[in-house]
């Protein structure tokens, strides 16, 4: 879970990523103040006590730095059902962490939180995001057309929704 004062260590990796991540997602479009980054962590803190919303850090498991963060979000815990979101350090990219972090969120979701539905949904262009479900066998249910507007405003964007379900 997020904690209070994790927001320098996030803020300086959406920096370091700011380039690849602004092209899919809103948060890194533009840049926030270290304040602003730190008072996003705090809420994201207070949204995991009340179950709200699941944000999680991943950290190397041997050296303890930060690199990125994934959740269970968009919640419905009458079915239950998570959607988890990921996004990753760029200097962390292509080395199969995220994809860990999220195969063990989708087995908590399953075994701790008795979900029934866990959903991925990605941008139809964003091949690397796209590859982390395809690889832990999600089912491609499918294609929402023009289902979103690119980050820059320019087009409308196709969206992918991925599942499993228990």
Known sequence: MP??????????????SR???QVWLPFAKHKQSLEETEANVREAHAEFLTRKDLRFHVFH??????????GLHRINWNV???????WIDTRQSGKGYITEAV???TNFAFDVLQARRVEIRC????????AIPEKLG???????RHDDVAVDGEEL???CIYSKIK
């Open 19 to 21: 380039e690849e991540l």
């Open 157 to 159: 964007r196709n969206t």
């Open 123 to 130: 941008d139809e262009k964003n091949n690397k995001s796209r």
């Open 61 to 70: 498991k041997e050296t303890g730095e930060f690199i990125g963060s994934t």
């Open 80 to 86: 239950p059902k998570f959607e988890i979101g990921y």
């Open 103 to 105: 195969e063990a969120l």
């Open 138 to 144: 999600f089912y491609l249910e499918g294609t929402l």
């Open 3 to 16: 904690m209070p004062g994790d927001g320098k260590m996030v803020h300086e990796a959406i920096d370091a």
